[in-house]
């Protein structure tokens, strides 16, 4: 079949990544055709009273949270992966946890923090203090924890392009007679600007989409004009509308970066880095770096896990844990099953990429983010009524299958499905910026010598590309573990995962509970750390 | 190596879906299948009771019942949901405009729940009952300068008023009453002085405006009881303290009545199941699941044979608003919109 389609010119390799592609955007059409809907009454309401207000809030919490989020983590990823640290590798690891904790759990536990009658109330109570007043519940609180919980989001992307940087770079522009911070300011950062750029995107995204934090923190955004269009004025058309033009604004933004950054890239620049050897940091920079290391994890681990065990210690024990078994299967299985789809799907587009760039390819690169640009559930109605409409057209086929009406419908395979679209913004952001750096020669080579394709990629590409694919399959599987509207909405009967569960405490002001399966949530992230980091051993080159 | 991977990717598809056929093949038995946004964990023990009793198995899908009416609608008559429960008339109210579901017909439950507790077409019944109240601190409040929710937006209350976002349906059916008994005009008014009145912007759920309350932050909170009830039983220790320190307020109780929302049940219109749907809907409202409600839950219970728990009944007796509930449900958009005028976040 593939045959056929390499005598027209086209490659099976960018066959299957249109048909990916095409998966990936028709929920979306449904989304968009609503765009050209009449305008309808609540949407003019909403205009008239909130909106400049909500999108205000929305680019306030956008714009703290990137620029703190960006600093942070470029920090963090740029000295873990050019110096040398005491206990670096573990380090590393625990800055990457942060990730495995929802901010809108985060916003409950810094709440339960700093509201009256919160820890702080208690501790100082404890030693005779007069209680403090800070007040979180407002946007300075949602930027700092959005902050605190979304920057590993730019730590891992930036780390995987960092480790790659090609060590010459640095030494012609020392030789040049920049110093450090010159080299890294003027040299260093445009370079890495596609990197920094993908992950702030997703840290962007993460905050723009967010209802479950700003709505207990009381500050109106943009996806709260979605969910009160929906929600308030049962004006499910208007919502959609709404959240079509956020997506269609996501994507211009994003193609016009991608053809404006083109000439900036290092597409053919070396590929096989320093072979790891790392510098001495000097003192004022070990102070610095040991200082901020410790206060973040305290303020993005410690505390919250402290609080989020004492609260599980008072959690009334009864029924907590009844399933357990099967949540924690439902969570993991679905976690590996997205994870896998979405680091193929992920390899097989920037392969598209690498191999032969066109417009096309490149529109593809950012389409892939159509999923992650508006709130989950708008995402879900999208994915139920395209799968809706292909189980009604396979209706007849079931029939003699003897298969239920909605066979697809009501099957874990559209959780898969929407959860792989959802996720393969975040993993093609990591495996791109792998891709980033390594230009066609090792491949030619290869090819030149004989190799065939799966060789080429397997004994090639793959062992370069790995610490990408390992940062995207982490960024994958601790966001599904996490998940929680497509979820909900999609899953079928009896089908719970730890955050479901969550969700299911939470929701009802039983936070001593949820906090049982946010810290499971916590665990099962670090087992999937450990494991993923044996994996990643022995493969720097 | 594409084909390689395609190879991987299809083995992945195959295996899933024969893992979900693998779960569907299971023999003919009698099941209702649930669609709630009531997530308690007492629901699912009532639900495990009913299957001891009757065999018939029951399946659960939670989420937020706006999706899940969307999810309904977009399944139309291939739905395999039997029986929709949703934590706010409105909810129901809806369901019904968009032509979800069906009239139950059962003696039973009409036996069991009053009829302003009912759809007048019989279209949905409330399981629970549940009040938004006036609580106060009780070492600076004098119960007797409370009246009524309109009274809180006079000038003697101006910053020392609490209550949750706008966003939280239990505001929005509060709203959605006074358009229903006094029209949208003086509703306005109410939500514009209420607004007036606020110690802070809205933020925090209910339990955190009675910890307001009680920190000194402001006076009074208008927030469900049985949120009270859990403060009160909590684990933690400070948090029953501070429970100790909220005074209830049914308010309107001279005049129109104390608001309240239900949650309710009712059949899909494309269910298939509906003889095991209406034997649940029967149990939930019969006396023992009625009792697990009132107890576990501190909501009140909808079967006038069922006594509320000994915390509501010290609360008082409750004169209700004599509005039809759907009503509710009717106004809600309406009382979204003046949130929306008079600012109240």
């Keep these: ?541 | 190596m594409e084909e390689t991977n395609e190879k991987i990717v299809s083995m992945i598809i195959v295996a899933v879906l024969l893992v979900s056929v693998a779960g569907c093949g299971v023999e003919e038995e009698k099941v209702v299948n649930i669609y709630t946004d009531r997530h308690y964990d007492t629901d699912q023990d009532l639900y495990d009771k009913f299957t001891e009793q009757t065999g018939i198995v029951v399946n659960v899908v939670k989420a937020d019942s706006d999706e899940l009416l969307e999810r309904l609608k977009a399944e139309g008559e291939n739905t395999e949901a039997d029986l929709l429960v949703t934590s706010d008339v409105g909810r129901l109210f809806r369901a019904g405009e968009m032509d979800l579901i069906k009239a139950f017909n059962s003696d039973v439950v009409e036996s069991n729940v009053p009829e302003h507790l009912r759809a007048t077409d019989d279209l949905w019944t409330a399981l629970t009952v549940r009040a938004r109240v006036i609580t106060y601190a009780l070492d600076r409040v004098d119960p007797s300068t409370l009246s009524t929710y309109e009274a809180l937006t006079e000038p003697e209350w101006e910053g020392k008023v609490l209550a949750r976002s706008s966003s939280h349906i239990y505001n929005q059916s509060l709203l959605a009453s006074f358009i229903a008994l006094n029209g949208e005009e003086a509703a306005k008014e109410w939500a514009q002085g209420l607004v007036a009145n606020m110690a802070r912007t809205p933020e925090g759920n209910d339990r955190d405006q009675m910890k307001a309350v009680v920190a000194g932050e402001g006076d009074v909170a208008i927030v469900n009881t049985y949120y009270l009830g859990k403060l009160l039983n909590s684990s933690d220790e400070v948090e029953v303290e501070v429970g100790k320190q909220i005074g209830v307020f049914f308010p309107n109780q001279e005049t129109n009545g104390t608001h309240i929302n239900i949650s309710g049940a009712a059949l899909t219109k494309y269910g298939t199941n509906d003889e095991a749907a209406i034997e649940l809907l029967e149990f939930l409202t019969g006396s023992e699941a009625q009792n697990d409600y009132a107890s576990a839950n501190y909501e009140y219970p909808v079967n006038e044979a069922v006594a509320p728990s000994d915390l509501l009944k010290s609360f008082g007796e409750l004169k209700i608003q004599n509005i039809a509930l759907s009503l509710l449900g009717e106004y809600n958009d309406k009382a979204v919109k003046i949130f929306n005028e008079v600012g109240w976040q």
């Design chain 1, 1 to 541: 079949m593939f045959a056929r389609f390499k005598e027209r010119g086209l490659s099976p390799l960018f066959v299957i990544v249109t048909l990916i592609i095409v998966a990936i955007v028709l929920p979306s059409v449904f989304i968009f055709i609503r765009l050209f809907h009449p305008v309808t009454e609540s949407w003019l309401h909403i205009k008239e009273y909130v909106l400049a207000d909500y999108i205000h809030n929305s680019l306030v919490l956008v714009a703290g949270v990137s620029v703190i989020t960006g600093i942070l983590g470029t920090f963090f990823a740029w000295s873990l992966s050019k110096y040398q640290w005491r206990f670096g590798l573990l380090l590393e690891s625990l800055l990457f946890l942060p990730m495995a904790i929802p901010p809108y759990i985060a916003g409950y536990v810094y709440g339960g923090i700093f509201t009256p009658f919160g820890t702080l109330d208690r501790i100082l109570n404890q030693v005779g203090k007069e209680p403090i007043r800070v007040d979180i519940l407002s946007k300075g609180g949602a930027i700092f924890v959005f902050s605190l919980f979304l920057t590993p989001d730019v730590f891992l992307v930036t780390k995987v392009f960092f480790e790659k940087l090609p060590k010459n770079i640095e030494e012609s522009s020392r030789l040049l007679g920049r110093n450090q911070s010159a080299t890294f300011f003027r040299v260093i950062l445009p370079m890495s600007r596609g990197a920094l750029v993908g992950g702030i995107v997703l840290v962007m995204l993460e905050v723009l989409n967010d209802y479950g934090l700003v709505r207990y923190f009381g500050i109106p955004t943009f996806s709260t004009a979605i969910y009160q269009t929906w929600f308030g004025m049962s004006d499910v058309d208007g919502a959609v509308r709404l959240a079509a033009s956020l997506m269609s604004i996501v994507i211009i933004i994003l193609l016009m970066e991608q053809f404006f950054r083109g000439r900036g890239r290092l597409s053919q620049a070396r590929a096989i880095s320093d072979g790891g050897i790392k510098k001495r940091a000097s003192k004022v920079y070990k102070v610095v770096f040991y200082v901020l290391t410790f206060v973040y994890l305290s303020l993005a681990l410690i505390l919250p896990i402290t609080q989020l065990v004492w609260w599980s210690s008072i959690a009334k024990q009864t029924n907590v844990m009844r399933r357990f078994g099967s949540i924690l299967f439902n969570t993991i299985s679905v976690g590996v099953i997205v994870t896998i789809l979405v680091v193929v799907c992920g390899i097989l587009i920037g392969n598209l990429n690498r191999l032969n760039p066109s417009i096309l390819s490149k529109i593809y690169a950012r389409i892939v983010i159509l999923g992650y640009s508006v709130p989950a559930s708008i995402i879900a109605i999208g994915v139920l009524v395209t799968f809706i409409s292909v189980d009604r057209s396979l209706s007849g086929l079931y029939g003699i299958l003897d298969l239920k009406n909605l066979f697809l419908t009501s099957s874990k395979f559209i959780l898969i499905f929407a959860l792989t679209i959802r996720f393969m913004a975040i993993g093609f952001n990591s495996i791109e910026s792998g891709f980033s750096k390594m230009g066609k020669k090792h491949y030619e080579a290869s090819k030149l010598l004989g190799r065939d394709e799966w060789y080429t990629f397997r004994y090639v590409d793959f062992p370069i590309l790995k610490p990408a694919i390992i940062s995207a399959a982490i960024f994958a599987f601790v966001d599904v573990l996490k998940e929680l509207p497509l979820t909900l909405i999609l899953r079928p009967f009896n089908f719970d995962t730890l955050a479901t569960r969550v969700f299911t405490y939470a929701g009802d002001e039983m936070i001593h509970e949820a906090s049982v399966y946010s810290l499971i949530i916590i665990g099962v992230s670090i087992v999937a750390l450990i494991l993923l980091s044996f994996i990643r051993k022995g493969t720097r080159i």
